[in-house]
């Protein structure tokens, strides 16, 4: 099992640790700030430098049995177990993630319906709702957005139990990402005062730390779904 750091430092875009397993391009290390894919989320991407050579990590995925594995680029690596790696996430990247995994917990907050599906991109990115009778409105949804990320919201993460978690239903907003039922404790994401659900993502400290958003397009998906798009206001480099 490697050390997923990425849990408690999100803001954390460089690491040194060891590496545990290799299968072909696939590494295991003792403890990782790479985001394995999951929750919606794409995998971290990245680099790690070995004895001064640097190695692209292009994804990063989770086992089965909840290893975290980093691809790299290239098969014929060299790498052995017990090396030392210094490694380093595309942190812009990851930033325009985390600031687009929040908005969308936003977006969540502001629609009393269930989510049926999502996806989080860098650049855009999508939540589907069972809207029912209930009325959206892009021009309304785009400036609410922006008046929580103009509130400055603190934006923080707490651990319970499964038990706690199943004491209280309501906390699980997303119908079809479940919270995994074999960890003993769940994160809660707590947009304070605004939202709370369970999620393993990584997430900005504060609302205001996500760029000016725009609700980009409203999709019919059959006759109650509506999938919502969001896009940065202005292009992120
Ligand atoms: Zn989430």
Redesign the pocket.
């Known amino acids: 099992m490697s050390e997923a750091v990425f849990q408690q430092q999100p803001y954390l875009a460089s690491l040194k640790s060891t590496i545990t397993a290799i299968d072909g391009q696939w590494l295991e290390l003792a403890a990782s700030i790479f985001y394995p894919r999951g929750?919606?989320q794409p995998g971290d991407s990245g680099s790690l430098q070995v004895n001064g050579v640097t190695f692209t990590v292009l994804d990063t995925q989770k086992a089965t049995d909840g290893a975290i594995r980093h691809q790299l680029s290239d098969e014929n690596h060299g790498l052995s177990p017990g090396d030392s790696v210094a490694m380093q996430i595309d942190w812009p990247r990851r930033f325009r993630l985390m600031q687009m995994?929040s908005a969308?917990?936003l977006l969540c907050s502001l629609i009393p319906k269930g989510v049926t599906g999502g996806s989080i991109g860098e650049h855009k990115s999508r939540l589907d709702f069972d809207l029912g009778e209930h009325s959206v409105d892009k021009q309304q949804l785009t400036e609410q957005l922006n008046a929580l990320i103009h509130s400055n919201i603190p934006i923080s993460q707490q651990w319970i139990s499964q038990g706690e978690l199943a004491a209280n239903p309501g906390l699980v907003r997303t119908l079809s990402v479940k919270p995994p039922e074999n960890a003993r404790m769940v994160s809660l994401?707590n947009i304070q005062g605004v939202d709370v659900?369970p999620?393993g993502?990584t997430h900005v400290a504060n609302s205001g730390e996500i760029s000016e958003l725009r609700v980009s397009k409203i999709e019919n998906k059959g006759r109650r779904n509506r999938r919502i798009h969001i896009v940065f206001a202005e292009p992120q480099i």
């Open positions: 929750g919606g995994h969308l917990h994401v659900q999620c993502g």
